[in-house]
């Protein structure tokens, strides 16, 4: 099972530039995640989907946009990079069952290693 | 106050000793609970939920009080194998449906 995928693994990207970050579940899940991890900070909500066509802002959103036109696909898009935004990406998703909800857990991808010089 | 708050370690331990992480959390409302494991440079994966009774799994016992506000995660015969950051995961019922994670409790198990 393929489980939640990230596209690409690393970039390398020149201040200014944009670029797209791919995340697809095969899970049938309904929400899904962007984080970002920087070393000391723990992991940061981006931006979130709780359906097909709709997102939301998390903690972090600043600098980002994203879109979920498929229910099995989240991207995330910088507009123009900026060297804070170099980071590791993680995609995230979790099913809704109704009343066991609450205790459903998050699959993570494998993660986006950005470099904004 | 973070919603979620670890001790970041390391906890530095033999091979075979036993080993415990606590976290705290700020919102009396959390529902569920979670430990994750991360490996250096890899995604966080589920290492067990968290149940009000308690619960084991092999080596590894996690216990809530609610009535403190804490989880805590028990690792016995700690193994080389062990070695990783442990997150703990706390869900609070509001409309972003995520997961609230906290920094991580670093372990080493030295030889």
């Known amino acids: 099972n393929a489980g939640v995928t990230q596209t690409p693994k690393f970039r390398v990207l020149k201040t200014g530039q944009s670029m797209t970050l791919l995340c697809a579940q095969d899970?049938?899940?309904?929400?899904m995640y962007w984080y970002r991890q920087d070393p000391g900070m723990g992991l940061r909500l981006i931006h979130y989907?709780?359906?097909?066509?709709?997102?939301a802002k998390g903690e972090v959103p600043d600098g980002y946009n994203v879109s979920r036109l498929k229910k099995q696909n989240f991207l995330l898009g910088l507009e123009s990079a900026a060297p804070s935004q170099t980071s590791v990406y993680f995609c995230a998703s979790r099913g809704s069952t109704g009343r066991t909800e609450s205790n459903q857990p998050q699959h993570f991808g494998d993660g986006t290693r950005l470099s904004i010089l | 106050r973070k919603e979620v708050e670890q001790d970041p370690g390391p906890f530095n331990v033999p091979e075979g000793a036993t080993v415990a992480f606590n976290c705290t959390y700020s919102?009396?409302?959390?529902?569920?609970f979670f430990w994750y494991r991360q490996d250096c440079r890899k995604e966080p994966k589920l290492l067990m939920s968290?149940?009000?009774s308690g619960n084991e799994d092999g080596r590894f016992t996690a216990q809530l009080n609610r009535a403190s506000q804490y989880i805590s995660l028990l690792i016995r015969d700690s193994k080389l194998s062990d070695s990783a950051t442990y997150l703990c995961v706390v869900n609070v019922r509001t409309g972003r449906r995520a997961l609230t994670f906290g920094s991580g409790t670093r372990l080493q198990v030295q030889p």
């Open positions: 919102n009396s409302a959390s529902q569920s």
């Open positions: 968290v149940y009000s």
């Open positions: 989907s709780v359906g097909e066509g709709t997102t």
């Open positions: 899970m049938n899940h309904e929400y």
